[in-house]
């Protein structure tokens, strides 16, 4: 059975940073799309940053470029999100998505296309 549990986040003054944490369980392949999506109460949940495992291509969103980077952890099949400067505007709820991929291509933010979820982990950036 796919799993995605999130690890991380928590509370941090504007400025500062956080990691988050994403393993992945279950999966008969190492090729796939590993994504962060947040969201806020009221608002439809939005693309941070994804990564093809495959490739290691990665994408960013223009609000979080040069401040977040996404990487990973083969041997562990983790992924992080290491988030810098963090502004209040970054206070979210972070989920992991992942999909599995034959090809090396970035990876999207089209909600629709990921099947695997985890729980989800709070992120709050007081000013």
């Known amino acids: 059975q796919v799993q995605l549990v999130e690890f991380g986040g928590g509370s941090v003054q504007a400025g500062g940073s956080l990691r988050v944490s994403c393993a992945a369980t279950g999966f008969t392949s190492n090729s796939r799309c590993m994504t962060w999506f947040r969201q806020v109460p009221g608002k439809e949940r939005e693309g941070v940053a994804s990564?093809?495992?495959?490739?290691?291509?990665?994408y960013y969103a223009d609000s979080v470029k040069a401040r977040f980077t996404i990487s990973q952890d083969n041997a562990n099949n983790t992924v992080y999100l290491q988030m810098n400067s963090l502004k209040p505007e970054d206070t979210a709820v972070y989920y992991c998505a992942a999909i599995v991929v034959r090809s090396d291509n970035r990876c999207g933010f089209r909600l629709s296309n990921y099947p695997h979820w985890g729980q989800g982990t709070q992120v709050t950036v007081s000013s």
């Open positions: 990564i093809n495992t495959r490739s290691d291509i990665t």
